[in-house]
């Protein structure tokens, strides 16, 4: 009899722990597990926005796969994914070849979101990749060089405008808050000259928080010399400048560097690989299979999961994509079996924090609000768990983040 082919798409939160704990679970022998990913690491998305300004090397965001998969148990393929094809059990990759399947595990991710503004695709950075989040370090610091170096100073240069007031966006102005007093000691620029400016359209950042710990946010954050903009839609975007309107009044303000944190979307691979889906997501039946695939799950930022309490979908985190993991390889393991029945799979959320620089953070922990050097500590307890669930103690001390009393 031949074995089932299990494959995973994507090293991402849920596709790497997908793999870590199938090849714990089910032996060579009962079944062929392939794991397809562009890079040959997988990288900590919630780390990205440090590497982006320039506070933590990118380096230490990226963990090879090699390092916590089994080689000699999973069948490790280094592609890029051009498209499903689900009545053929079928995954085409970009350097021609394809594999066949008898499971498929989709975590290919997320894009950024762009809702049709204009130039911003062609002009805006996303912080969406270890690529993507050097390139913009690199971007900010050529433009700090740059300043004292052109014959007429150019304000544009040491304006950095961030559109979306979310996670992300919050989460990258309290890093560029912390680096800029370097980059401005380091290129012999007052720090007053420089402007870091938040762009959200809704009337506050950071919506789903309590308005106690948003409050504390903007507090840290516009002591340290960021602007706010909110209530602000941001139009368009140039290669010098974005135009902004409030209250039907529009405004232009000169920039270089326009980094855009406000939405992301599925993998459009999904979309089009032809998944019902749900503006992009495949709302996933309770085991986290695809409505009309049975032998299809998707986890991650790929799957859509309906909150029943507050009618709307749970936000695409890291945490989710990793309980969705443990699920996905439990229920494969089931099917493959024929044993045990597939579990459903229930969130459960243990609380978010959001860091507002190394030093800084606001969260709600099993319903307790942290502020301050509280919420700093258990975020980088946060991120130590992960790593030691992904690597055990081995990469917790290679990668983890023990600078908790600074």
């Given at each position: 009899m031949n074995k089932p082919k299990i494959v995973i798409l994507g090293a991402g939160y849920g596709g790497i722990m997908t793999t870590v704990k199938l090849q714990k679970m089910i032996s060579v022998n009962d079944a062929n597990i392939t794991l397809v990913n562009k890079h040959d690491y997988h990288y900590q998305t919630t780390w990205l926005h440090e590497n982006a300004a320039g506070n933590l090397h990118h380096d230490n965001t990226r963990v090879p796969i090699k390092d916590v998969v089994n080689f000699s148990k999973v069948?490790?393929?280094?592609?890029t994914?051009?498209?499903i094809k689900p009545d053929d059990n079928k995954v085409l990759l970009k350097n021609g070849g394809e594999i066949d399947y008898d499971y498929l595990v989709v975590g290919l991710g997320f894009e950024a979101a762009t809702f049709g503004i204009p130039g911003l695709i062609e002009n805006a950075f996303t912080i969406d990749s270890i690529n993507t989040a050097r390139l913009i370090r690199e971007h900010i610091e050529y433009n700090f060089?740059?300043?004292n170096n052109d014959p007429?100073?150019?304000?544009?240069?040491?304006?950095i405008?961030?559109?979306g007031g979310g996670f992300t966006g919050i989460e990258f102005v309290g890093e560029l808050a912390n680096r800029v007093p370097e980059l401005c000691k380091e290129y012999d620029i007052e720090r007053s000259k420089v402007r870091i400016i938040n762009v959200e359209a809704a009337p506050t950042v950071l919506p789903g928080f309590d308005p106690q710990l948003v409050e504390y946010a903007m507090n840290s954050l516009e002591s340290r010399g960021v602007e706010f903009k909110l209530g602000t839609f941001l139009k368009e975007c140039h290669p010098d400048k974005i135009v902004v309107e409030k209250d039907e009044k529009r405004e232009e303000i000169p920039?270089?560097?326009t980094v855009w944190a406000a939405g992301v979307r599925a993998n459009s691979i999904v979309e089009e690989s032809g998944f019902e889906n749900n503006r992009g997501k495949v709302e996933v039946k309770?085991?986290?299979r695809a409505p009309d695939y049975s032998n299809v799950f998707v986890v991650g930022d790929c799957a859509l999961i309906m909150n029943k309490e507050t009618e709307r979908p749970y936000p695409p985190t890291a945490q989710i994509a990793m309980q969705m993991a443990d699920i996905a390889a439990h229920n494969l393991k089931a099917l493959i079996s024929g044993s045990e029945e597939t579990e459903e799979f229930v969130p459960e959320i243990k609380g978010t924090v959001a860091s507002l620089g190394d030093d800084d953070a606001i969260g709600v922990v099993?319903?307790?609000k942290l502020f301050g050097w509280q919420a700093t500590v258990m975020k980088k307890v946060i991120d130590n768990r992960w790593l030691l669930k992904l690597g055990g103690i081995g990469l917790l001390l290679k990668k983890g983040k023990f600078n908790i009393f600074h």
């Open positions: 069948n490790f393929v280094q592609d994914v051009e498209s060089a740059m300043y007429e100073k150019k304000q544009e240069r040491l304006n405008v961030v559109g920039t270089l560097t309770p085991d986290l099993f319903g307790k």
